[in-house]
């Protein structure tokens, strides 16, 4: 029976136990070129050094336009890389292993002069009506993510995440509600983002496994339920995916359907994702609790859990989380004394 402390192997990576840092903006690019800065060392550095198994790098874009805001990270120049080698090795001494999201906004970039989209429809009457890619875009789209993750690799990290969910660029393809196209990405609502997925993985390492975020549900009226997202999921792991990252919502405001909000209540959609595709996935979703956490993973509902505001609140929720639940736990030999 796994355990929040029980190690996890996929591929070429190796992680010490199950438990995931997953991507949140700091928004703190003071000088707006989307390079990493002494406050993203010291934030994913404490991580690691608080036991994380898996920190995953906050949303970082492939183009200017595609950051949610003018303070967010981006991935869109050689120049960048080694501010980002530079946390990695870090990160890499306190035996954690590091991935990066990759991603763009689409419509939800809200310094873009004009942002782009599928097609063009606002998040709501109050925001910028974004441009619709035309065809030949969407294909120069597909090599920007390509040219992030060769940047990525360079850079040293164990993994890669595409971000597929949240109401941001791929989910606005993927969803049959923000997606009114007539050509092959309006006619195919998974070719973008398996075109995204296979020209990643050609400058991967062959023993690095790909994650992809994804929303299973949409919350807006209209939107797409589970059934929909299993099936644009196959057609993601066929094309290379071997991790998948499940959360819900965030592509506009919920209509009569709500979400849960309450601790663990996506856990059951990372489930149903997991035996429907027979694949590995994260659970996210108010996993503060340790015990919460640690059942998620002895019930084999998820293979790893992401906890994301409890390490805001604390760096060393890792080492706590363990500690409480079953008192496997091998601080730094720094710390070993408190422990």
């Known amino acids: 029976m796994p355990h929040l402390s029980t190690s996890f192997s996929l591929k070429g990576l190796e992680l010490k136990n199950r438990i995931v840092m997953p991507p949140m903006c700091q928004y703190s690019v003071e000088a707006m070129d989307g390079t990493p ?21 906050e949303m970082t874009d492939v183009e200017p336009d595609g950051r949610i805001s003018n303070y967010d990270l981006g991935l869109w120049s050689d120049d960048q890389i080694p501010a980002y080698r530079r946390i990695i090795d870090e990160v890499h001494k306190y035996g954690t292993k590091i991935g990066i999201q990759i991603a763009h906004a689409g419509r939800k970039a809200m310094d873009a002069l004009v942002p782009v989209s599928s097609s063009a429809i606002p998040v709501t009457e109050k925001d910028k009506t974004p441009r619709a890619l035309t065809t030949d875009e969407v294909k120069e789209m597909v090599s920007k993510f390509q040219e992030s993750a060769r940047r990525a690799v360079e850079a040293g990290v164990d993994t890669i995440e595409i971000h597929g969910a949240h109401g941001y660029l791929i989910h ?5 509600a923000l997606n009114q196209r007539t050509d092959e990405y309006g006619q195919d609502y998974a070719r973008f983002g398996v075109e995204i997925i296979r020209a990643m993985k050609s400058v991967m390492p062959a023993d690095m496994p790909l994650i992809m975020r994804v929303s299973v549900i949409e919350y807006m009226d209209g939107g797409y339920d589970i059934d929909h997202m299993i099936e644009i999921c196959r057609q993601y792991q066929e094309a290379g995916v071997d991790l998948f990252h499940i959360s819900t919502g965030g592509e506009a405001p919920a209509g009569s359907k ?38 998620t993973i002895a019930n084999e509902d ?32 720094q710390y070993v004394r408190g422990y």
């Not at 595709?277 to 503060?288: E, F, S, T």
């Not at 998820?302 to 496997?328: F, I, N, T």
């Open 37 to 57: 800065t002494d406050w993203h060392f010291v934030h994913y550095v404490s991580r690691a050094v608080g036991g994380t198994g898996l920190i995953i790098m």
């Open 302 to 333: 998820a293979d790893l859990v992401a906890v994301g505001r409890g390490m805001l609140r604390d760096p060393y929720w890792a080492l706590h989380a363990m500690q409480a639940v079953s008192k496997d736990v091998a601080p730094p030999k």
């Open 258 to 295: 709500k979400p849960g909000n309450y601790p663990g209540y996506q856990v059951p959609m990372a489930r149903t994702i997991k035996e429907a595709l027979n694949v590995p996935v994260i659970a996210v979703g108010i996993l503060d609790d340790p015990m919460l956490a640690e059942a």
């Open 172 to 176: 606005q393809f993927h969803s049959p």
